[in-house]
Nanobody, 122 residues
């Protein structure tokens, strides 16, 4: 079982950049697809980005395409979310997630981190 701990959240100005990290423990990290989700106050949790076990395949929500980049370092058991061009609609709690598959699927992830807050000042 993979356990996930996010870090890197914090206040950032609109238009600015921030990198989130998700450190994983567990033997299956390097063979598991990983993802990032977010939940804004009063809204449902939504998909942000996902990456396959090797990093060869990535997927993004339309709202973040061209602005966010997901990557992973299997040697460090860490997945990243580089966010740039942050907009007023991006503030949320961001959650790291692990899929029970090599590639991201439409199925809900198998595990979640505790989340990290990303507030944005205008």
């Amino acid at each position: 079982q993979v356990q996930l701990v996010e870090s890197g959240g914090g206040l950032v100005q609109a238009g600015g950049s921030l990198r989130l990290s998700c450190a994983a423990s567990g033997r299956t990290f390097s063979t598991s697809a990983m993802g990032w989700f977010r939940r804004a106050p009063g809204k449902e949790r939504e998909f942000v980005a996902a990456i396959s076990w090797s990093g060869s395949t990535t997927r993004y929500a339309d709202a973040v395409k061209g602005r966010f980049t997901i990557s992973r370092d299997n040697a460090k058991k860490t997945v990243y979310l580089q966010m740039s061009g942050l907009k007023p609609e991006d503030p949320a709690a961001y959650y790291c997630a692990v899929y029970n598959s090599n590639f991201p699927t439409s199925q809900p992830p198998a595990g979640w981190g505790q989340g990290t807050q990303v507030p944005i000042s205008s």
